[in-house]
């Protein structure tokens, strides 16, 4: 069956109705350049073993894409994006995943501090106060399985559960902190110092955290200058260019200009269980679909306090892959540091191929 590539973008917007191309030129700037090089005789068998072929290699079809309304950028590369991708199984973690096994998480209640306000206890997780805080009121929910890889849709509930009820009894004993956010960092690629399964919970205070507030910020810039809901518009786009869908009011779309590999897209009205479901196939996804392995996934929630100006404003997840466990080399470099553009692996379209099919 025929699947559309993020290389022919431009001529799936082509084949756009008048309205539609409106729609995505007012987000995106789409620029297409070749890449050119002479290869050297004694470089071809290696070129061709490695890539297929010489021809596709010695001219390179490249696409920018430029998101004009929030000046995040991704570029893709016709060789990466064609590449298979295969779900593996990387033994060597397993068994590092294993030998882990009676790290402090293994021991909460003796090893892991309590917050101030005491511990919340779930089904399969049990919160903890966090030792090197990034902010005031920073908490975490630790599984009960160590294996951070090992979930189910019933754990992953009561992980959010537990949470939403830290976020509740965080507020309560300050009332001034209202700013909540949510991560899943799964394994040291993405930046977990400890591999037991966790989520690390934030409450801020004045402010909401610098991406909520640019959120709120480029939506109300947008609804000034087309009175339109900028969500909306931004996962009717992608809908439109085959990669979103809409469920129980939520959206889930995997975005041409995405933050790092195989971004997913998740935007609900409020974090209710379909929401939260959501989340878990996604993260299933990945894992099972993908072989990946670690994953960043963040989750920005609406003020407590139901601030003047954050009027509804929706639940954002975007979870992220962050490359195999046994590079060496990182996956944000130069580019994304200083140039603010991201250099993706993988075309959204087999992304959103294989998260479909879990809606």
Known sequence: MYMPSIIELPETISELSDEGKALFNRFFDIRGSIGKMVIPEEM??????????????????????????????????????????????????TKEINESAGDPFCKPLSMTPADSF??????FCITASNVAKYDGLHGLVIFNKHNPLDFTEKEVQDYFHTSLKWFDKAHKSNKEAAYPFLLWNCLWRAAASIIHGHFQLVLGEGKHYAEAEEYNETRKRYYNEYKSDYFFDFYKLHELIGLGLERKNLRVFTNIAPRKDKEITIISEKPDNNFISAVYKAANCLVKDFGVMSFNIGIIFPPLNKDEGWED???????VDRGKLSNKTVDVGGMEMYARSNVIETDPYKVFEKIKSYF
């Open 313 to 319: 404003f929706p639940v954002i997840a975007r979870i």
């Open 44 to 93: 071809k068998p290696w070129i061709e073993k490695t890539f297929g072929g010489v021809a596709s290699v010695e001219q390179q079809k490249i696409i920018k894409i430029f998101n004009k309304v929030t000046f995040e950028s991704a570029m893709f590369n016709e060789l990466r994006a064609k590449r298979p991708i295969e779900a593996k199984t990387d033994d060597s973690v």
């Open 118 to 123: 005491g511990r919340i206890k779930g089904k």
